[in-house]
């Protein structure tokens, strides 16, 4: 079956400029996360939902992060003006529910100039 | 707060060399425990779980038993090929935090 998704593989932007990464969980998940992988910080949790739950959104790094998920399916992490130190690889999970096995995406690389 | 220690990396190992990870964490309450892997130029895919103590999570050859006692996770595989070569992350999951606490990573090389 169709795994998690997401789009685009790779976005080259300017410092300053804003951005939107996007993830297709698999279909009836109800958890979806987002992580960053970058090199200097490993694998960083950002944002978590859970059905209708208010999102946890204990990881994102600065309020220039935002993330909303829509109809509990589609989520959307935006980037507002983008600095060098946000180029890392963003990667979505998702499970089936809260505490089961998370199955990621192939991650967005993201390279802020 | 929550945190996973894995060995140092890369491990370069000989084809049909017997493999072992280090992982140990600290946790509030009982957590899930998890080995991912990274393969080159791939997503991160589930290798092996084990969600309660003593239970040993096992896959394409790969093992590790969940310790509570030492708090600990080792990833073992007694003969290692080629195509093992990877990037292993060590992770965990709580009730009280869903989201997953990951270890920096060991990247294994195994040499023909």
């Known amino acids: 079956g169709a795994g998690v998704s997401q789009s685009p593989s790779n976005k080259v932007t300017e410092k300053g400029k804003d951005v939107e990464l996007r993830c297709d969980p698999i279909?009836?998940?109800?958890?979806l996360y987002w992580y960053r992988q970058s090199l200097g910080q490993g694998l960083e949790f950002l944002i978590y939902f859970q059905g209708n739950s208010a999102p946890d959104k204990s990881g994102l790094p600065s309020d220039r992060f935002s993330a909303e998920r829509t109809g509990g399916s589609v989520s959307t992490l935006t980037i507002q003006r983008t600095q060098q130190e946000d180029s890392a690889v963003y990667l979505c999970?998702?499970?089936?529910?809260?505490?089961?096995?998370?199955?990621f995406g192939p991650g967005t690389r993201l390279l802020v100039l | 707060g929550d945190s996973v220690t894995q060995m140092e990396g890369p491990v370069t190992l000989s084809e049909e060399a017997f493999l072992t990870i280090n992982c140990t964490y600290t946790a509030t309450g009982y957590p899930s425990l998890f080995w991912y892997v990274q393969y080159p130029g791939e997503g991160l895919q589930l290798l092996l779980k084990a969600t309660k103590a003593d239970d040993k999570g096992s896959n394409k050859g790969f093992e590790a038993t969940y310790r509570k006692e030492t708090t600990s996770f080792h990833l073992e595989k007694g003969s290692v090929q080629v195509s093992d070569s990877a990037v292993y992350f060590c992770?965990?999951?709580?009730?009280?935090?869903?989201?997953?606490?990951f270890g920096s990573g060991t990247r294994l090389q195994v040499q023909p």
């Open positions: 279909s009836g998940h109800t958890a």
């Open positions: 999970a998702s499970s089936v529910a809260a505490q089961e096995t998370q199955y």
């Open positions: 992770a965990l999951s709580t009730t009280g935090r869903r989201a997953l606490t």
